[in-house]
């Protein structure tokens, strides 16, 4: 077995603070009421936590860029055929991933001018007229089966990965370090590390869409 540094540290932290914002937003919602402005509040921070895996997909280490692991047809038929080796995320993982990042994509940029008729506006709410908001808010809660579909089959794929096929997958998620057999003798070569500039960009990029989304430009000190 080798030792291999799969995870890179913002990702790690990206994919546990993704989780814990999700399910807040989530929760927040079916609670109603005031509780809505943390709704709001939580989806700003899913869309800051999305734009800066977006970026980090391109500029992050080795196993978090898409080049790297988002493939075609025929890989994901060579994987189901057991023919895939990698230590990243597998042919079929990847299109989950997509997914899950497209959907809350979509979800959050409705959300941000959506309204719910009684209390609660999105923070570009001001920005669209009351019938362009309601399109968005029938599109925004039309997407909510979707994240919960999407969520809970990731999390029955990796229970199925953990407990049926013996691939211990948290662990990595938590530490950044995975056991991998290094076939035939040979050693995998390691994964490129991320770097602080390259860090400090995609951070940059994801405040700056968080601030562009919260609507402090149009109505400073408006709740978010
Ligand atoms: C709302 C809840 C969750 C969301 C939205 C979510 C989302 C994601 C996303 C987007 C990735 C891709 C990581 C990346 O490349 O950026 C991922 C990977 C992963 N997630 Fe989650 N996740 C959730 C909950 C969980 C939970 C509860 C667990 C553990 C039981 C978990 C375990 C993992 C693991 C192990 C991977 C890496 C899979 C691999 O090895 O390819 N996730 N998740």
């Known amino acids: 077995m080798q030792r291999v540094h799969v995870w890179d540290l913002p990702l ?8 814990i914002c999700v399910i807040a937003a989530y929760i927040s919602q079916n609670i109603g009421g005031n509780a809505m402005v943390w709704h709001g509040r939580f989806g700003l921070a899913v869309l800051g936590l999305v734009s800066f895996r977006l970026v980090w997909g391109f500029v992050g280490s080795t196993n978090a860029r898409f080049i ?4 075609g047809p025929g890989s994901i038929k060579a994987y189901l ?3 895939w080796s990698g230590v990243g995320h597998n042919p079929l993982g990847a ?6 990042l497209g959907v809350l994509l979509a979800l959050t940029l409705t959300g941000l001018f959506a309204n719910d008729d009684i209390l609660f506006e999105g923070p570009l ?5 009351k019938s362009l908001s309601d399109q968005l808010t029938k599109i925004h809660q039309w997407f909510e089966p979707f994240i919960l579909s999407l969520v809970a089959i990731h999390i029955v794929a990796i229970g199925f990965y953990v407990w049926i096929k013996k691939q211990p997958l948290v662990r990595p998620m938590l530490t950044g370090w995975k056991e ?3 076939a035939s003798g040979s050693v995998i070569q390691e994964p490129e590390r991320s770097r602080w500039g390259a860090f400090l960009f995609a951070l940059a990029v994801a405040l700056a869409v968080v ?9 400073p000190n408006a709740g978010y």
């Open 12 to 19: 790690r932290v990206f994919h546990w603070a993704l989780a």
């Open 81 to 83: 055929r057991g023919q």
């Open 125 to 129: 709410y001001a920005l669209v007229d």
């Open 180 to 182: 991998v057999p290094a």
């Open 95 to 100: 299109l989950s991933v997509v997914a899950i």
């Open 211 to 219: 601030f562009m989304a919260s609507g402090q430009w149009v109505a």
């Open 68 to 71: 790297n692991f988002v493939r």
